[in-house]
């Protein structure tokens, strides 16, 4: 079986690449930059040029393939807006796929999108749920929380570096999972009957809230945080500012996200079906708490080599 990975350089992507080669999978990856998916071609995939933002790049891409991965999504930082990434961008993978006779397309959502209409790219994320099931592809899709890797930039390194951390007073609470899991689902959904044409909510086993989560990384790190409290008038503020101008589009949407979360909407699920259906035993899955020691570890690890290292030298 050939499998065709949209979003292959992504934190998700690579988890999905590695596990599917690792699987015996032939493992096809379509990416806009060479040099950035290098390291899949390491890892024995083969990369095919297509960009989400020029619909004619991509049919080419799906010659020969029986199964779509697509778990790109529009960058934070990138020029373009969700719209023409994660939604004119997956119409054309969608099409392109109905063409190419695709077996199994597999999709990544947003939990309780259909709860949030006002945050764009959960919208975005709802009318594709809604195209796919339209779409006559056999499908899964997997709506996630939040994942462990995105919580290194947002809280660990400020900690090491002694940066501010900006927080609401937020009281949300949210079922983070790491990417690997996700990969295994992902995975595992392939030769799953029980999964054809069918959501999964897709989240860790426990729920976490910003405090909590400082709290964690101070105890692993030894160090203090700086927490800064944003109030919640500010940020909707910021979010109508940087919405009025198309460089801050992605900024603007973030920050409507960030809104959400302030307001105490909870991003957790119950999974016990979920586990029930993929044979999956919740034993297995990585801990939070695991994950953060792990890293701490060789950050701490490695500060105290370039610190010896440094002692010697003088
Ligand atoms: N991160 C989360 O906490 C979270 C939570 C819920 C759901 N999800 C969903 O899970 C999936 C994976 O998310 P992620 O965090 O792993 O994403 P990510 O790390 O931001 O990666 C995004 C991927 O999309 C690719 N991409 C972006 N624009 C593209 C374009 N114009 N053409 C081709 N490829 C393009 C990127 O390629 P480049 O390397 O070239 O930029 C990258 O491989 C997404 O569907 C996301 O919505 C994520």
Known sequence: MS?????????????????????GYQVKCLVRDFRR?????DWGAELVYGD?????????????????????TVRSTSSYTSERIDWRGKLAILEASKLAGIK????????????????????????????????????????????FQGLISQYAIPILEKQPIWITSESTNINYIDTSDVAKFTLRSLALKEAE???FPLVGLKAWNSKEIIQLCERLSGQAAKITQIPLGILILLKTVTGFFEWGTNISERLAFAEVLATGNNFTAEMQNTYDIFAFDKNDTISLESYMQDYFGRILRRL???SDEKERSL
């Open 304 to 306: 105290k080599e370039l």
């Open 197 to 199: 044409c069918k959501e």
């Open 104 to 147: 199994k397309f597999i999709s990544f959502s947003v939990l309780n999108a259909a709860k949030n209409p006002s945050i764009p790219l959960m919208a975005l994320k709802l009318k594709m749920e809604k195209k796919l099931e339209q779409s006559g592809i056999n499908y899964t899709i997997f709506q996630c929380s939040g994942f």
């Open 52 to 72: 989400l933002s020029i619909p004619s790049t991509l049919p080419l891409a799906f010659k020969g393939v029986n199964i779509v991965i697509d778990s790109a």
């Open 37 to 41: 998916g290098a390291f899949l071609k």
């Open 3 to 23: 499998i065709l990975v949209i979003g292959g350089t992504g934190t998700l992507g690579r988890q999905i690449v590695k596990q599917a080669l690792d699987e």
